[in-house]
C-alpha cells in the first residue's frame, strides 16, 4: 500500500501533462487546419491531394547572386 501512495501523485501529475500537452496539439492541429482552408480560400498555397496547403518556402524564389 506505501508504493501507491508513493507512486500516486507522479502518476497524477503525469497524466494532468499528457492531457495538457494534447490539448495543445489538438489546438493546434485545429488551428493550421483552420489557416490551410483560409489560405486555399484566398487563393493561396498549393492544395496537397490531403486538402492541406503547402506553403511555399523562401527556398522556392530565386536568390539574387552576392556581390562581390
Same mark, same amino acid.
Given at each position: +500500500? @506505501?508504493? %501507491? #501512495?508513493?507512486?500516486? !501523485?507522479? &502518476?497524477?501529475?503525469?497524466?494532468? /501533462?499528457? /492531457?495538457? +500537452?494534447?490539448?495543445?496539439?489538438?489546438?493546434?492541429? *485545429? @488551428?493550421?487546419? =483552420? $489557416? =490551410?482552408? =483560409?489560405? @486555399? @480560400?484566398?487563393? /493561396?498555397? %498549393? =492544395?496537397n491531394? #490531403?486538402? $492541406? &496547403?503547402?506553403?511555399? *518556402?523562401?527556398? *522556392?524564389?530565386?536568390? !539574387?547572386?552576392?556581390? %562581390?
Amino acid at each position: +500500500m @506505501e508504493y %501507491i #501512495a508513493v507512486l500516486a !501523485p507522479s &502518476v497524477v501529475v503525469g497524466l494532468l /501533462f499528457w /492531457f495538457a +500537452m494534447k490539448a495543445i496539439f489538438n489546438a493546434d492541429k *485545429s @488551428e493550421r487546419q =483552420a $489557416e =490551410a482552408r =483560409a489560405q @486555399e @480560400e484566398a487563393g /493561396f498555397g %498549393i =492544395a496537397n491531394p #490531403a486538402g $492541406e &496547403v503547402q506553403r511555399l *518556402s523562401n527556398s *522556392s524564389f530565386p536568390r !539574387p547572386s552576392p556581390k %562581390i
